[in-house]
């Protein structure tokens, strides 16, 4: 049996998390001064230049911190554990910067436990993720919550090893 926290609380902790680790996965880029040109009255197309230090998509296979998509939690828990706000924060950064973009969130849990509880818990953890990234500034427009619970492990043992193995919430980009 664990220790229910009050979803109001539950919420302040994890925006709190999410604020203190925000500054330490902003992505850094060097600005420099847009080059100068000659003035063209010809009619031309606009552009709207990238805002610095915004993510692309090619960031989500190369930067290390959007690279982590899988948020793991400990035996019949919810709560984000602390190693993963840095990842929250930075996915929720990415969601800013790319307002077309949008993550499926799939909530998972291990074997042990009844179908529906494993369901219940795979929706909580997928729940707990998307709260954290809207308290860091993502939009809830841009989520999904889909539970799987015990359906899709991705390890089959039964210990411990391979159970905490498949207590997780993996973020799916379906549009980047």
Known sequence: MHRSIPSAARVLTIAVLASVVAVGCSKKVK????????????????????????????????????????????????????????????????????PSARLRLEGNADERGS?????????????????????SGGSAGQLTVVSYGEERPVCTESNEGCWSKNRRVELIYTDK
């Open 31 to 98: 600005e420099t001064p847009p080059a100068q040109t000659e003035v063209n009255t010809a009619p031309t197309q606009t552009y709207t230049a990238p805002v610095a230090g915004a993510y692309t998509p090619a960031d989500l296979d190369t930067d290390p911190c959007l690279r982590t998509r899988v948020i793991y939690f400990d035996l019949d828990q919810d709560m984000l554990k602390p190693e993963f706000q840095a990842a929250i924060s930075c996915h929720a950064k990415y969601l800013r910067d790319r």
């Open 115 to 135: 179908r529906e509880y494993n369901m219940g818990l795979g929706e909580r953890r997928g729940n707990a993720v998307s709260s954290a990234l809207q308290a």
